[in-house]
């Protein structure tokens, strides 16, 4: 059982003391991208580039200059984005800055290519390619994210504020990446740099309480190390989508975070990153039960501890080599007590660590460039829900070789993996670019990817007789597979504007689902399991354009259809969608801007969704909706940036299938250096 105290903060901290011993240390993200203040005049040259893979330009004046940033995630190697050889979509710090958007959930859920969904106290959900947050890795600095609600990284839990870029690739990655890669790769990229970089100050308020404080700096200790500083604290409060009932869907909730990161030149050709990130968030709901009149009074409190070291050296210009080695803690303690039944109580917590080490060398041998890696992670996992104590190690050998050939560009590689659970796992991937014209390039590929399935699946135990359900593991799952095939069309027609085509398709088998199950104990009560019962056959296409008609308007609209069948069943795969649609119109001027920003999601079809603390959702069929922001931005002074703006202004929301906070407007004062 967990151990709760509930006077003055609640919840009591148990992870201090692994964040002491951590000594918060992690691996720093090289980056190579402009930094613009945001009271400062639009440069020449802006490079907004989160349509497809493709940079649009910004002209002030007559003369033209192409920036084109680095992206590192498609090849684990960095590539200029218009010569990398895999498709990697870029949301740069001036798109994420624009955006008004506070976390990644909140950015990523308007932006094309991908499909996320909201829920508070629920987390979050990403979809890429069909494949769902189960099957995304999501990475932070290039290192894996632990700590799963439903199944799901929260991606609410990645706040933006020092946020450089976000690299997204599609399909599947586990060539590189290893397990849960299925889907694709998530890689969120924070700020570096001294004291040149600057900083800025954050507060924001919106009619329904919630408040945000952010701040970060940019550090030069001394000429040979530098660094980056942030925190903030956030307050949130709750909302109800339904007065029939005593359930509320928002969270009342406080965070605290902060985290630091250093570059230390120890030489010439060596250098040595050092991270460290500490979070807390205390939240408390009212959720729902059997009956209308049902309550129950829902706490958690999630700290997190994320630390590392990375060297990284250079021999002449042919020749790197990198070493990351970092350790994840999460930590949740849940207490939930119902009205009026005081011995009705839940009272449990959840710690997973991760420990995790790599190296990577990088060679070049006349037009070939070979990557050799190796990885270890050991991952522990204590829970109140498990039928036992869980453990697993996995070792990880990959290669690569890039080998340019006038316009083509070919990379092949694979990837060995040892899992203590679940053996061994072969993932080959296979990439090709052709240059067809300059302003026009081809790209496709082929990969396997895997999921083993995470401990919960195999050993959960967890009764709510209140609610009237219960869930078991299963032990004998086997890994998720897919086969997967991808291909692509970038066309640059004009300096300001840009067209990115694709089109993929997914073979996935052995797909871990829900079920129910019939109660041994011939009770009453709900009993649901998981088993490997689905192949899905997924195929979709994207199609997302950019385009400058004059100056101060960008346009940016896309679509994205998927056909995710169930092929026993011939059904549509829970909760995607068939189409979407996302369109963004930014209005920029020196001194203000104006901006909308919105997608439309077609309708969903979903089977039983199981919540961590509430009722199960029944299967159903939800509405089409669409969510749209509106943002006004003012720069009186250099430095100083005012916004006003509404969050889903046609306040969409229902209980059961979207339940997102109504509309809101809000107000933001920032002062950037």
């Known amino acids: ?159 933006l504020d020092s946020v450089e870029r976000i690299e997204i690739v599609k399909g599947p990655s586990s060539a590189l990446y290893g397990a849960d890669a299925l889907g694709g790769v998530v890689n969120v990229i924070t700020r570096r740099g001294g004291s040149e970089s600057g900083g800025n100050i954050t507060a924001r308020g919106d009619d329904d309480g919630n408040v945000d404080a952010l701040g970060n700096a940019g550090l030069t200790l001394a000429p040979w190390l530098k660094g980056q500083v942030s925190g903030g604290y956030l307050r949130t409060q709750p909302y109800d989508l339904d007065d029939s009932t005593t359930a509320e869907q928002g969270l009342d909730g406080r965070t605290r975070f902060g985290s630091g990161n250093f570059d230390v030149a120890l030489a010439d050709n060596a250098d040595l990153g050092v991270y ?118 996995r070792q990880s050998v990959y290669l690569q070789d890039e080998w340019a ?22 993932s080959p991937k296979f990439a090709l670019r052709y240059d067809l014209a ?16 995470d401990f919960k699946e195999l050993l959960l135990r967890f009764d709510n007789p209140a609610v009237g359900y219960s869930v078991v593991g299963n032990p004998d799952l086997q890994p998720e597979k897919s086969t997967g095939f991808n291909a692509g069309v970038t ?49 979709g296409a994207d199609l997302q354009t950019r385009w400058q008609p004059w100056q101060p308007l960008t346009l940016q609209l896309g679509y994205g259809w998927v056909r995710a069948i169930d092929e026993q069943t011939d059904r549509q795969l829970s909760g995607r969608p068939k189409h979407r649609v996302n369109l963004t119109a930014r209005y920029q001027r020196s001194l203000y801007a104006l901006q909308a920003r919105g997608v439309w999601i077609g309708k969903r ?15 159903g069929t939800s509405d089409a909706y669409t969510l749209m922001d509106l943002r006004a931005e003012l720069t009186p002074l250099a430095g100083l940036s005012l916004a006003l703006g509404v969050e889903n202004l046609l306040d969409e929301g229902d209980q059961e299938y979207l339940p997102i906070q109504p509309r809101a407007a809000y107000c933001e004062i920032r002062w950037s250096w």
């Open 405 to 426: 050939w006038g316009r083509l560009t070919l990379v092949p590689g694979v990837r060995y993996d040892r899992d203590s659970q679940y053996g061994e796992q072969v």
């Open 438 to 453: 300059p302003e026009l390039f081809f790209r496709a590929g082929y990969g396997r990817g895997y999921r083993a399935p």
């Open 605 to 619: 079809v979903f089977d039983v969704e199981l919540d961590t603390g509430g009722v199960p959702t029944g299967a």
């Open 276 to 393: 460290g990130a500490y979070s807390i968030e205390d939240t408390s709901r009212i959720d729902g039960g059997i009956s209308a009149a049902q309550a129950f009074d829902t706490r958690k409190r999630i700290e997190e501890v994320r630390a590392g070291l990375a060297p990284q050296f250079r021999f002449g210009d042919a020749t790197q080599l990198r070493f990351d080695g970092y350790y994840n803690r999460y930590y949740d303690q849940f207490l939930q007590t119902q009205r009026g039944n005081a011995d009705n109580v839940i009272d449990e917590e959840t710690r997973n660590d991760l420990f995790a080490g790599n190296g990577q060398l990088d060679h070049r041998i006349g037009a070939h460039r070979i990557s050799l890696g190796g990885e270890y992670q050991f991952e522990q996992l204590d829970a109140d829900r498990l039928q036992t104590g869980a453990e697993r190690d």
């Open 1 to 159: 059982m967990g151990h709760f105290w509930v006077s003055g903060a609640a919840i009591r901290s148990r992870v201090w003391p692994a964040a002491i011993a951590a000594a918060f240390i992690a691996m720093p993200a090289r980056a190579q991208t402009v930094d613009e203040a945001p009271g400062e005049p639009v440069p020449v040259v802006a490079v907004d580039v989160d349509a497809g893979d493709a940079p649009s330009l910004r002209r002030e004046s007559d003369e033209t200059v192409t920036l084109d940033p680095v992206v590192i995630t498609g090849t684990r190697t960095e590539h200029r984005l218009h010569d990398s050889p895999v498709q990697v979509q870029l949301i740069d710090q001036r798109s994420i800055r624009n955006s008004g958007a506070r976390d990644l959930a909140e950015l990523l859920e308007r932006e094309g290519g991908v499909y996320v969904t909201r829920s508070a106290g629920r987390g979050s959900s990403i979809e890429i390619q069909g494949l769902t947050g189960q099957q995304v890795l999501i990475l932070l600095d290039g290192r894996r994210q632990i700590g799963r609600i439903n199944g799901n990284i929260d991606l609410t839990r990645l706040r």
């Open 491 to 539: 066309w640059l027609p004009a300096p300001t504007a840009s067209i990115a085509l694709s089109a993929y398709h997914n073979d996935v088998t052995d797909l871990i689902a829900i079920v129910e199950d019939t109660d041994p104990d011939q009770t009453s009560t709900q009993v649901f399991t998981y088993t490997n019962v689905h192949e899905a056959s997924i195929t």
